[in-house]
């Protein structure tokens, strides 16, 4: 009885042995099938890849329970293959996005429902209760995105026909000179993208808003002005989360990559608008307010859904790499919020250096004063021409940025107005009475435009955008005059 307990253990020791070699033999001949396509696997699609690799994962799993033990070599080479797939796929859409920003001319597009969709699916709640399926959004926008996917150039430049796009907002296309990194640089003074022709100026702002009426792409009840860089960006992340999801165990290289594709759009922007790269490498003739408008929004977006990409990136990510992975993405964050504020600035000093050119001729525009007989019952051409170009400013900003930017850029643009030309004005040499006249006509017209600007400092009074201006008017003439 003995002799047949021992041979029984024996057997069956024989027997898992012989399973486990037939388990691991199996293991072998499967690592090397993924072996000899080693080099194909990186380049499938994610849904194709994700074929190969769940049935290998369910073959190793299967496998492992047969056969009593784990397949470490099978599964290193799964692992190594997956992480190859994410490197591959990672580098195709670096260069990519490198070829879509450096044919970017900076017009505005129309935002197909589909990239809304990607958007709704992914960082809005509204989805659980809209029937939007995460899942399904592996064929979102592919339409649109597929001249994007071959690594032809050619076809890369075409897929910018893919999205209608609207002409130009600037009166002419000669507007100002390049800037210098990081905000400030040489402004043209014979032109500027906030001058307008005799025709712009006869439209109401009625028929502006009709030209303007694109589909904006929609985020926590804000919509933003998009250009195509910005959706293949969106639909670029929307696939990095997608292999996050279905690749879980190498959710920490996919939010690297992330981190790394977010701060390359970033600063390539920043190169080709403020540093007006766009210049050289797209053909423009200039760097318009509208362009730093639009790069404005594209960069605003994508600030504002880094936290939500965050948030689902970081549901896959282990507890001891989640610190370090927050700090980099809180970085990159912080660095399109320095972004858009640079713009912003950008923008201000083009009203700055506009405000200066016009000063400059104005005790020119005195000595005529002075001279003639007060025949003119109009503000000086000074007057006239500084109003109308911060008037086209705020239209062609207020059309494009949040309202709460716009005041932002237009209180500092005040301030600036305020200052400098009260300052120009106490310089003058006020001879006679009719120049002290059109003083004042052009003091009242220059107050009347800056009481209109949207600007969310008040001032010391109930009147709008007070400032030193007013406080000139009121010791020249009185203050009554006020």
């Not at 027997?15 to 090397?32: I, L, M, P, S, Y």
């Not at 001319?105 to 699916?121: G, H, K, L, N, R």
């Not at 910018?160 to 002419?172: K, R």
């Amino acid at each position: 009885m003995i002799f047949f307990a021992i041979f029984s253990a024996d057997v069956l020791r024989e027997n898992t042995e012989a399973v486990f070699a037939a388990c691991d033999a199996a293991h072998g001949r499967w690592a090397k099938l993924l072996g000899v396509r080693a080099l194909i696997h990186p380049r499938l699609r994610l849904q194709e890849f994700l074929g190969v690799y769940n049935i290998t994962q369910d073959f190793i799993t299967a496998t492992e329970k047969i056969g009593g033990r784990l397949g470490y070599s099978i599964r290193g080479t799964l692992q190594s293959q997956a992480k190859a797939f994410i490197d591959f796929q990672h580098e195709s859409r670096m260069a990519k996005i490198k070829a879509v920003l450096d044919q970017e001319t900076w017009v505005e597009v129309d935002v197909p429902d589909e990239f809304q969709a990607i958007v709704t699916s992914l960082f809005c709640s509204e989805s659980l209760t809209t029937g939007h399926s995460h899942d399904g959004q592996g064929n979102v926008a592919k339409g649109y995105i597929q001249a994007v996917s071959s690594n032809d150039g050619a076809e890369l430049s075409n897929s910018q026909q893919h999205i209608p796009h609207t002409e130009s907002l600037e009166a002419s296309a000669d507007n100002f000179s390049p800037v210098v990194l990081p905000v400030v640089g040489p402004i043209d003074t014979n032109n500027s993208d906030v001058s307008t022709s005799s025709a712009q100026s006869n439209n109401t702002n009625n028929e502006e808003r009709g030209k303007a009426s694109f589909h904006t792409l929609s985020f926590r009840g804000l919509g933003y002005h998009m250009v195509n860089c910005g959706l293949i960006l969106l639909k670029m992340l929307s696939e990095y989360i997608d292999m996050n999801n279905y690749l879980p165990v190498l959710s920490s290289e996919v939010v690297h990559r992330v981190v790394e594709i977010l701060k390359f759009f970033n600063t390539r922007t920043c190169q080709l608008v403020l540093g007006a790269g766009a210049m050289q490498v797209s053909g423009l003739r200039s760097i318009t307010s509208k362009h730093l408008a639009l790069a404005s929004q594209v960069v605003s977006f994508a600030y504002a859904v880094i936290p939500e990409i965050r948030r689902i990136l970081f549901m896959k990510v282990s507890e001891t790499r989640k610190a370090l992975l927050l700090s980099e993405i809180e970085r990159v964050a912080q660095d399109f919020k320095v972004h858009r504020d640079e713009i912003h600035t950008k923008l201000v000093q083009i009203m700055r250096e506009r405000l200066l050119v016009h000063l400059r001729g104005l005790p020119q525009v005195v000595e005529s004063w002075n001279r003639l007989e007060d025949s003119d019952s109009q503000p000086s051409q000074f007057a006239r021409s500084i109003t109308k170009e911060v008037g086209y400013l705020q239209r062609v900003l207020s059309r494009t940025l949040h309202e709460g930017d716009v005041q932002v850029i237009f209180r500092q643009v005040v301030i600036i107005f305020h200052t400098q030309i009260s300052e120009a004005f106490s310089n003058l040499d006020i001879s006679t009475h009719q120049a002290k006249n059109r003083l004042y006509r052009d003091v009242q017209h220059i107050l009347g435009c800056i009481r209109s600007l949207p600007s969310d400092n008040p001032g010391r009074t109930n009147i709008p955008n007070w400032g030193k201006l007013d406080e000139f008017l009121a010791q020249g003439f009185g203050p009554e005059a006020c």
